[in-house]
């Protein structure tokens, strides 16, 4: 079992920065598999990033990709999401998901993660 928490969503202007952090309970961080998605409302949510358990590992929404960096510290079970030059598009709530390594399946749809954070809202008006 993980169990995953959000934090450092907000209000932020056009063009600012943010950086999500999302820190898992359990052990083995290290094995799993880590994204990032987000829901705007009446949207359906949608892969933002994802970090394999391989290092160096990363994958992005083109969408974000040159704007946004997923990086993770295993020695301290936490997953980032550094946002940069923020659009009012990217305005969600970004929730913070996790998969076991070795998992079969693509790293973009949300039915391949097992565990799932309660979601941080990032709000970005312009």
């Known amino acids: 079992q993980v169990q995953l928490v959000e934090s450092g969503g907000g209000l932020v202007q056009a063009g600012d920065s943010l950086r999500l952090s999302c820190t898992a309970s359990?052990?083995?961080?290290?094995?799993?598999?880590m994204g990032w998605f987000r829901q705007a409302p009446g949207k359906e949510r949608e892969f933002v990033a994802a970090?394999?358990?391989?290092?160096?590992?990363?994958y992005y929404a083109d969408s974000v990709k040159g704007r946004f960096t997923i990086s993770r510290d295993n020695a301290k079970n936490t997953l980032y999401l550094q946002m940069n030059s923020l659009k009012p598009e990217d305005s969600a709530v970004y929730y913070c998901?996790?998969?076991?390594?070795?998992?079969?399946?693509?790293?973009?749809?949300?039915?391949?993660?097992?565990?799932w954070g309660q979601g941080t809202q990032v709000t970005v008006s312009s």
């Open positions: 359990g052990r083995a961080f290290s094995r799993y598999d």
């Open positions: 998901a996790a998969r076991p390594a070795y998992s079969s399946g693509s790293y973009y749809g949300p039915n391949e993660y097992v565990y």
């Open positions: 970090s394999g358990w391989i290092a160096g590992s990363t």
